[in-house]
């Protein structure tokens, strides 16, 4: 992937990656030839909080999927 410090409090990282099988952690289905690119943000709210987003778009031999995850981390 790629990363890039936009500046002190946000950082965003580009990635991409393929594989020939994959099995789904969620719903245990066999999926083959899968596409994963994804797009994350990190924003450094103080010294121990920081918030997350990510967009992944997924696309394999059965459909394409998108999703949109957002989160708070306390690091202490």
């Known amino acids: 992937g790629v990363s890039w410090q936009i ?3 946000w ?3 580009l990635s991409t ?3 020939l ?3 789904d952690a969620v719903t245990g289905e066999e999926r083959e030839r899968v596409r994963l690119g994804s797009l994350a943000v ?3 709210v103080n010294k121990d909080l920081y918030a997350d987003a990510r967009f992944t778009a997924e696309d394999n ?3 394409d999927f998108k ?3 957002v989160g708070l981390r306390y690091a202490f």
């Open 17 to 19: 990656a393929y594989t």
């Open 42 to 44: 990190r924003y450094k």
């Open 11 to 13: 950082r965003a990282v």
């Open 61 to 63: 031999d059965i459909d």
């Open 7 to 9: 500046n002190e409090g």
């Open 67 to 69: 999703s949109f995850d």
């Open 21 to 23: 099988y994959m099995i």
